[in-house]
């Protein structure tokens, strides 16, 4: 009973997917492994309530990020869902793809079949979308794809200072070249989060042929000369074996996927033999090339009533608690987004390389009640995120524990066009807030405050502030690590279909191109299956 055609590692955006797509075939024996469990909790359902999801240990890998040298030593937390559904059960649910240019480019450096062309009817595959099926979108997959709804009051003034200030509304980031200010889409269903474990594995986890191995770690791959046949993995305190007739695919992020390829033998050379693992493949790659989305921050206090916190007050929290799960309406089933763009940092850019963000809450939001706790503060959160990051960073292993996380450096800021870029982008969010109708809504800048003008205090405040946006990507890139079908080099039976894969991090949220690799990488693995007659 612990042999399989295929074992899927990882129940997260990406694997979650797989499972789904490759145990469609009755003929296939499936088995998905996750290191989490389930979780029905309100706070992972809720779309309101995602930070602190992110933020809890019950859901959570609790990484932390090595102190980085160009953000005055700060570490900062790295929250990785540890859980059925992984990161999409406990992300912000935005849906944005990234723009055509982005997969173009990944072709013209060799990789053959990953342009926007090739990849789009993916992204149609996974979609129920709200807005119906089109040369963009599609309204028959899992995944359903539903609209943030804007505040009444502010997106109507943010936009409008968006065009004030040259730029265009841009009504769907989800096109070949979005530009522009709008509100996002979200994996949402009826008011609650669509995660990959909701949206494919629902629906077809009783299926004969689909065995999901939940709060089951993944110790290291097993192989026989240099063709992947098993898996090592750790569940209730037993240890435990799987034996796999066709490919293992390994689906566990851009954090845990490298660790997990170097537990097993492939990586560095020095680097394994350092933490004393015999040497399967030296593939210098691996836990290399590590990108992230990093975020200026500006925070402004509001001159008008802010409604979300109207609505966390402790009494209308507890009626739209009870509203939510009755309708899956209210407060409860959005996040407070302003208004969001996608601009260029500067006229010499070609394409938009930041994402611009306002959100209608704070640093102290939390439920409140008179003569119990203060309310918080009206305020606005503006984040310019760099999408197209120079710098690089790694994951290394920090043991040959399975259970020791490894070590994170993603070296935020190392590149001088980093710095000068979210220079421009800090810059940006101010001059919005003093423009038009925003200038009306927001009173005083509170972080980091007027008195921070020239480059040298913006750079000290971006130091002290600058955070991930949560989508690390590109530690098992395509090229490196991976060949254009994702199989491990220099091994057999062995492939990697997660954000890790990607050579050049998208400019946009990883989640909808992680479920895109995911679509694609089973549809590969089903070529190879049909090819040889079911056989392998």
């Not at 800021?413 to 710095?419: C, L």
């Not at 091994?491 to 995911?518: C, E, K, Q, W, Y």
Request: net charge neutral.
């Amino acid at each position: 009973m612990d042999e399989f055609d295929y074992i899927v590692i990882g129940a997260g955006s990406a694997g979650c997917v797989l499972a789904n797509r490759l145990s469609a075939d009755p003929a296939h024996r499936v088995c998905l492994v996750e290191a989490g469990k389930d979780s029905r909790h309100p706070l992972i359902d809720s779309p309101l309530t995602w930070m602190q999801a992110a933020a809890d240990a019950r859901f959570t890998w609790g990484y932390e990020s090595e102190p980085d040298p160009n953000l005055d030593g700060r570490s900062q937390p790295v929250p990785r869902g540890r859980i059925m559904g992984g990161c999409s059960a406990i992300n912000g649910t935005m849906y944005i793809r990234g723009a055509a240019a982005d997969y173009d480019a990944w072709r013209d450096a060799g990789h053959a079949g990953w342009g926007y062309d090739d990849v789009l009817p993916y992204f149609r595959k996974s979609e129920a979308s709200w807005r119906g099926a089109s040369e963009h979108h599609g309204a028959e997959g899992e995944m359903d794809i539903s609209p943030m709804l804007p505040d009444p009051a502010l997106f109507p003034a943010f936009r409008k200072t968006g065009e004030e200030l040259g730029y265009p509304a841009c009504p769907d980031f989800n096109i070949p070249q979005p530009e522009g200010f709008g509100m996002p889409d979200c994996t949402i269903r009826k008011g609650r989060r669509a995660s990959t474990m909701r949206a494919f594995i629902d629906p077809v986890k009783a299926r004969g042929n689909l065995t999901i191995l939940s709060g089951a770690q993944a110790r290291r791959i097993l192989f026989e000369g240099r063709r992947a046949t098993g898996l090592e993995l750790r569940q209730g305190g037993a240890m435990r074996t799987l034996k796999c007739r066709h490919e293992i695919v390994l689906s566990a992020g851009a954090l845990n996927s490298p660790q997990l390829l170097m537990l097993s033998g492939i990586g560095p050379a020095a680097q394994l033999k350092q933490n004393g693992i015999a040497l399967l493949e030296d593939l210098s790659g691996v836990g290399q090339n590590l990108q992230d989305h990093p975020i200026a921050m500006g925070i402004w206090k509001s001159a008008v009533p802010i409604g979300f916190n109207r609505d966390i007050r402790l009494d209308r929290i507890a009626r739209g608690f009870v509203t939510w799960q009755l309708t899956g309406k209210g407060p409860m089933s959005q996040s407070p987004m302003s208004v969001q763009g996608f601009i260029r940092s500067g006229e010499e850019q070609e394409r938009p390389d930041l994402q611009f963000q306002i959100v209608h809450s704070g640093y102290d939001a939390r439920v409140w009640f008179p003569l119990w706790r203060s309310r918080p503060t009206a305020m606005f959160s503006c984040g310019a995120i760099l999408l197209n990051p120079e710098s690089r960073g790694e994951v290394t292993l920090a043991g040959a524990d399975p259970h020791v996380l490894p070590r994170v450096q993603f070296n935020f800021m190392q590149a001088e066009g980093d710095r000068q870029r979210l220079l421009k982008g800090f810059r940006f969010i101010r001059r919005f807030m003093t423009t038009g109708p925003a200038a009306e809504m927001a009173e005083t800048e509170l972080a980091p405050g007027p008195a921070a003008q020239d480059d040298e205090a913006i750079l000290g405040w971006l130091r002290a502030s600058l955070i991930s946006a949560g989508h690390p990507a590109g530690t098992c890139a395509m090229g490196s690590v991976v060949d254009s079908e994702l199989r491990v080099k220099g091994v057999a039976g062995l492939r990697v279909a997660d954000a890790s894969i990607m050579p050049d991090v998208i400019r946009g949220n990883t989640h909808a191109p992680t479920v895109m690799i995911a679509e694609k990488a089973a549809d590969m693995i089903g070529r190879v299956a049909r090819s040889a007659g079911g056989a392998a």
